[in-house]
């Protein structure tokens, strides 16, 4: 498959349905060559016609969409720092597995063999079936260019993270750090579709940051960009996951909340948390505290609110910094917005400039699986990169 025809079907996934003069915008090439790649896709089956766009004075013009039962299949791998989900996915995002999602430390001694395994057993679910790629997002510095993530030691099978996985299953792999991928899902397909600069926070175990700029994912001069969590805005004398102390992530991750919470169980504080601390080796999950906050437990709630009042903080620098339109709470913390959102904006209350702040958004992301979409989203976004074309060329 040409590069025209593999940039027509990314520009099709990424917003659909398209015209030939829209994907003649988008793609920047001539009409007379999308139409020809146009034609030559419908005869392939790899592309349908779906309606005419509405009409501006003129003829309606035919629009398309990816064919998806035709297309080959998308594996996404999320990964954070104590959980992996993979799903398998097609063009139109529609699932064609259900999400699997196992405990993998990634700092535990096996956790790459177990990593490799468990994706193996998802695509035996579809293994009569082609496979377009592996989209990987994962937590640490990663340099989506070199495929490599240079949080882990070079002895490390992380380390070279998308040769490795590239060698052990023979596709194409491409990797992105999660808050970046949860950023691009945001842009694309959540709340932030429609914004040109937009801040989207991953509040997770830690608090990473996307950064769309004029459109584009921002990386940095050295493609670092976004450390939100390591912005030095606490002043507990605690040390951070980084090896520094006050940084913004010891008050306003989710495993902030976690240990306040723990902290409150182990001094016998009434909660209906307690069974599953007891039960659990003096333990709770995020999950069990989020769906405790959500009901209504007092002490859930408050562990929460603590997070939330520290994350407005950080987010007030960054309206100052960037001048956003809009800020997206995206991650798994997102579903605790009604707790979340009055603490935000107290802080942003306190300690922004209302000139700067008023004009910026608040949204909470509102799309399950945000990071799984967001990994098949690096998938698809990478197709027309050299790996690809001997993979491709009978597509």
Same mark, same amino acid.
């Given at each position: ?11 099709? +996934? ?20 999308i139409?020809n ?18 009409s501006?004075g ?45 405990r993998?430390?990634?700092?535990g ?16 679910l ?35 993270f ?31 579709k ?23 994912? +921002? ?41 306040f ?5 182990s001094?016998?504080?009434e ?37 939330? +009042? ?13 001048n ?28 922004t ?34 790996? +690809? ?7």
């Open positions: 498959m040409d590069n025209l025809k593999l940039s027509i079907l990314k520009s099709l +996934y990424f917003s659909s349905p398209q015209s030939i003069a829209e994907l003649s915008s988008s793609i920047g090439k001539s009409v007379p060559n139409t790649s146009i034609h030559k896709l419908l005869q392939s089956d790899l592309i349908q016609q779906d309606g005419l766009a509405p501006t003129g003829r309606r013009a035919a629009q398309f969409i990816p064919n998806s039962q035709q297309l080959p299949l998308i594996v996404c791998v999320a990964i954070d720092q104590f959980y992996t989900s993979v799903v398998i996915t097609d063009f139109k995002n529609e699932f064609q597995t259900e999400i699997s999602t196992q993998i430390p990634l700092k001694e096996n956790a790459y063999e177990e990593l490799v395994a468990f994706i193996r057993q998802t695509m035996l579809v293994q009569d079936k082609p496979i377009f790629g592996l989209g990987v997002s994962i937590p640490g510095f990663v340099d989506s260019k070199s495929g490599k993530n240079n949080s882990f030691t070079a002895e490390s099978p992380f380390y070279d998308q040769a490795n996985l590239g060698k052990t299953f023979n596709l194409p792999v491409f990797i992105e750090n999660d808050s970046s991928a949860i950023a691009i899902a945001e842009h694309y397909f959540g709340q932030a429609d914004a040109r600069n937009v801040m989207v926070v991953n509040l997770n175990w830690g608090v990473g940051l996307g950064m769309i700029i004029d459109n584009e994912l +921002y990386r940095g001069h050295s493609g670092y960009a976004g450390e939100f969590s390591h912005i030095p805005l606490s002043n507990q004398n605690k040390l951070c996951s980084c090896g520094k102390k006050g940084c913004l992530e010891v008050e306003a991750s989710l495993i902030a909340a976690i240990e919470a723990t902290e409150k169980l001094k016998g504080e909660s209906s948390l307690l069974k599953d601390y007891q039960q659990q080796n003096n333990h709770i999950t995020g999950d069990q505290l989020l769906t405790a906050a959500n009901a209504g437990d007092q002490l859930a709630i408050e562990a929460i609110s603590r997070i939330g +009042y520290m994350l407005g903080k950080g987010i007030a620098t960054l309206i100052h910094i960037i956003p339109e809009m800020v997206v709470v995206s991650g798994r913390g997102a579903q605790a917005k009604t707790i979340l959102a009055p603490q935000i904006n107290s802080a942003l209350l306190e300690f400039i209302q000139r700067l702040s008023k004009n910026t958004k608040i949204k909470f992301s509102n799309t399950k699986h945000i990071q799984l979409l967001g990994s098949a989203c690096v998938c698809i976004g990478n197709s027309d990169k050299s790996i +690809y074309k001997n993979y491709l060329t009978e597509i």
